[in-house]
T-cell receptor
């Protein structure tokens, strides 16, 4: 099993550009989540999904969209990037009261 | 809504010394508690968790944490640290058995010096 995979590992955007952060898991987990990690802030929940077709907002959802068309994939979309979205983004899938994290995407918005 | 407070942002210690990383939480319902570790430039790995039962939980690499309901704490301890324990440690809580919504503390950077 590859576990949770994220692409790309690094990305630089200009303000106003759009992009999609990809996340996939091969563990057949129903639950998936997106977090952002900022220095001194810990991880904060952006969006989460409890199954295909079902998503909901977390603590910091503004500026981000998600969809869950399959159990395996949970992409995170930035429609119009802003410098405040410079961060490290982690995707996680969970089952049996344990979250499994991907390696992260480091995003810089200029 | 739940919240997590990690009282120390940085903890420097010498190798083979004991260490305690402090974590307090607030919640109006029952919670599950977790400690995650993040090594430099890596993702998070689960270190240990408390769901129910014995209030003392242990990890495979010598860490332990004790759930104290009256003090709403879940402090992480290790009697003798190694250089390889240098990492950032995050305490997290989920409410009411939620499996997918974790609230994290801000993290504690443990630096083990020779």
């Amino acid at each position: 099993n590859a576990g949770v995979t994220q692409t790309p590992k690094f990305q630089v955007l200009k303000t106003g550009q759009s992009m999609t952060l990809q996340c996939a898991q091969d563990m057949n987990h129903e639950y998936m989540s997106w977090y952002r990690q900022d220095p001194g802030m810990g991880l904060r929940l952006i969006h989460y999904s409890v199954g295909a077709g079902i998503t909901d907002q977390g603590e910091v959802p503004n500026g981000y969209n998600v969809s869950r068309s399959t159990t395996e994939d949970f992409p995170l979309r930035l429609l119009s990037a802003a410098p405040s979205q410079t961060s490290v983004y982690f995707c996680a899938s969970s089952a049996h009261n344990e979250q499994f994290f991907g390696p992260g995407t480091r995003l810089t918005v200029l | 809504a739940q919240s997590v407070t990690q009282l120390d942002s940085q903890v420097p210690v010498f190798e083979e010394a004991p260490v305690e990383l402090r974590c307090n939480y607030s919640s109006s319902v029952s919670v599950y508690l977790f400690w995650y570790v993040q090594y430099p430039n890596q993702g998070l790995q689960l270190l240990l968790k408390y769901l129910s039962g014995s209030t003392l939980v242990e990890s495979i690499n010598g860490f332990e944490a004790e759930f104290n309901k009256s003090q709403t704490s879940f402090h992480l301890r290790k009697p003798s640290v190694h250089i390889s324990d240098t990492a950032e440690y995050f305490c997290a809580v989920s409410e009411g058995g939620s499996n997918y919504k974790l609230t994290f503390g801000k993290g504690t950077l443990l630096t083990v010096n020779p």
